[in-house]
């Protein structure tokens, strides 16, 4: 497994912008896809974004579709989240998560990645 730390969370207003990152170490990180998920206190963990090894396949939850872009760098072992017009209800822990092996499974819930992050907190204000 990877070993993930996230980075980039905090405070801004409704309409702001933050950058998530999230950096691996350990196993070979170009052979995992990765994923964002986040947690609202008394919520189930949820879907937000993954992307394939490669790069080339991306999926994201309705809620953030147009608002958020997931990227990955495989030369830094990084993958980042970049979120524009954020809105209160986009507060919540960000998790970085990833997942082995070649499978894309046709939904993607947590169940799948077997590596994750400490999380990082985003607080939207309005």
């Known amino acids: 497994q990877v070993q993930l730390v996230e980075s980039g969370g905090g405070l801004v207003q409704a309409g702001g912008s933050l950058r998530l990152s999230c950096a691996a170490s350990?196993?070979?990180?170009?052979?995992?896809?990765m994923g964002w998920f986040r947690q609202a206190p008394g919520k189930e963990r949820e879907f937000v974004a993954r992307?394939?090894?490669?790069?080339?396949?991306?999926d994201y939850a309705d809620s953030v579709k147009g608002r958020f872009t997931i990227s990955r760098d495989n030369a830094k072992n990084t993958v980042y989240l970049q979120m524009n017009n954020l809105k209160p209800e986009d507060t919540a822990a960000y998790y970085c998560?990833?997942?082995?092996?070649?499978?894309?499974?046709?939904?993607?819930?947590?169940?799948?990645?077997?590596?994750w992050g400490q999380g990082t907190q985003v607080t939207v204000s309005s």
């Open positions: 998560a990833g997942q082995g092996g070649p499978r894309w499974t046709p939904t993607p819930t947590p169940a799948d990645f077997g590596s």
């Open positions: 350990g196993r070979t990180f170009n052979g995992y896809h």
């Open positions: 992307i394939d090894w490669s790069g080339g396949r991306i």
